[in-house]
């Protein structure tokens, strides 16, 4: 996506694409969560991830800006800081940058400085060490919005005055006030005049500037956030607390098991008849046996959960637009402490639930590196998005659909939580095991400030629906289906007399059965050691496998699959494949960001082995403890 | 009976109030004046800058099931600290009074 559409030049005269002109670099610095990431996003066009806890932004994000007449602006997103002083990798990244120590970046032209309307005071100590850099800088003072509705004011003129730097109103979020700033990007830019900046070390020195500051342009503060302190006093009631906490966690894992099923049978209808047509509309070939069976067969059988990983992301949305992930964060800290963590590990942790690439980026606003390494080795065991594929396969077809609790909890997704369960007690057992031994820390702090409460907005539901399933259906319409195209023609040579060989003595075939001595104990037989095999490219890929190699055997898809599984799996194998999946790290992915992020091979070698063995031996007691049971 | 727990109960505030000026000492709902930071500088540098100076009007909020951490409103703002660091945080004596909301 190109940022030049944001400017809204559609009647500049230079229509003609104008030669690469020098183009300023220009930072977006400010505290945390004070919704950079939100005006960055409104400028550019871009979509960076925006959420309501500090510590969204982790990493540097670059969009350039076209102006008629004036050299571009390169934009530069950054993570929020507090202060110049860096105390965790995050913060480090944004020193860097206005310090310009990055390759590639050239020193900061200009910043944004944005700051929250609504604790102007706090926010200005900020300031001082900002302007003292000597850079042309634009005080933004963003969520006016919230200060007006709160009956805040403040005077800019005043503000600017006494700060010798342009200052603008600005509500990032409903996208007012932006006009002053594309003004300032695209202008000349001027030196902030010489005021008289405390010694920004003398941090008490520096409040008492910036509340004289704010006093100086009267500046009101605004009321209280009243609703934030109600839903406060319920969400972190010592009793009601706890079981809203419970209850929600019930209800998103009820919701995404039945909620789910009517449009996931719409996708698999979908599938089903669009093959069905498929296979009437063509001559009987290899190709057609290639797309029905390979493409649909594979590729379909994933594609059908689209809707259920939608709708997790719509409730992890919602949970971290609210700002009610700050305080699950507050409540789980005594929890994180017993196993030698934070707090702030459990946001990471949190957004595991989504993803463990992600997961591991977000571990940089923990201070404490060895904090931070086991916080990154425990992300991949919380239950990712990609497993809910297998998980939701194998327990539909395995787990009879019964009322626990009424309409509120039914078997199914009462085993679901029991998988989710099992993955957050191995994150915490090797939580306990690294930070007794190898990762051994003293105690520390836990600083986290509380956002107020805001109502996620559809816009921004939608925008991260839309790019979830993007991402989803990119991945359905690469990886997946060259895996499932690639599996099935492995599985159709070598031909012997014009006709391919059984499956089991094809390439793949040979491939899963010498896989099969190493799963045999764990109740797998050759066709899920090649699912196995395949899922190391993407854990949901062993779904797509197991459709293109049972579609080939009964040229049945979709609806097929939970059949077949029933007839391919014992109910102790089933139990011992959802174990192998809760615990095996089978993401490539991951294992790229987790070398990237530790600064070597080291950690995601030792992490991959572990969870493998873990993997092995959780599968092996799970099928000897379910045949025992059952016997 | 009654008045028994009253008096048990009095006493318990009033060892809080002689014997402990932390912030951690602060019972939910009122409000103290820093006075220092028993941390060495380099730990306390985010406190400050989250507003925990001398003379800074902290208010005790609302705590996590089983006491700790617990989130404190100062300056407008929520943080939450553990008790840990609550404790390092040291109140003035004289100016602690309670307030309402």
Redesign the interface.
Known sequence: MSAEHASGCSDCPLAAPAPRRAARTVAVVGPPNCGKSTLFNRLTGLRQKVGNYPGVTVEKHIGRLAFPGAPDAILIDLPGVYSLTPRSEDERITNDVLHGTVEGIQRPDAILLVLDATSLSRHLVLAASVLALGIPTLVILNMADDLLHRGGSVDLEALARQLGAPVALASAARGEGLEPIREFLGGRLGIPAPVELPSVSDIPRCRQWARQISEDSSYSAPAPPLWTRRLDAMFLHPVAGPVIFLGVILGVFQTIFTAARPLMDGVAALVSISGRWLHAALPPSFLRDLLLEGVWSGVGSVVVFLPQILLLFLFLGILEDSGYLARAAVIADRTMARVGLQGKSFIPLLSAYACAVPAVLATRTIENRRDRIATILIAPFMTCSARLPIYTLVIAAFIPEQAILGPFLGTRAAALIGLYVLGFAAAFGTAILLKSSVLKSERNSFLLEMPVYRWPTVRGLSLRLLDRAKVFLRRAGTVILWVSVGLFLLAHVPTRGGSPVPIAQSVAGTVGRAVEPFIAPLGFDWKIGIGLVTSLAAREVIVATLGTLYGMENGAGGEGLQQAMRHALTPASAVALLVFFAFAMQCMSTVAVVRRETGGWKWPAIQFAYMGALAWGGAFVANRAVTWFLS | MVQAVVSLFRKERKRVAAFSCGLQALTLGSEGIVDSLQIPPG?A???????F???ARVFA??????G??R?YRL????????R??AEKILLRNEERSSVVG
Do not use: I, N
Request: aromatic share 4%.
């Open positions: 730990a540098q985010r406190l400050q800058e989250l507003g100076v001398p003379g909020a609302w705590s996590a099931p089983g700790d951490p989130v300056d407008g703002m929520e943080v939450a600290l553990r840990e660091t």
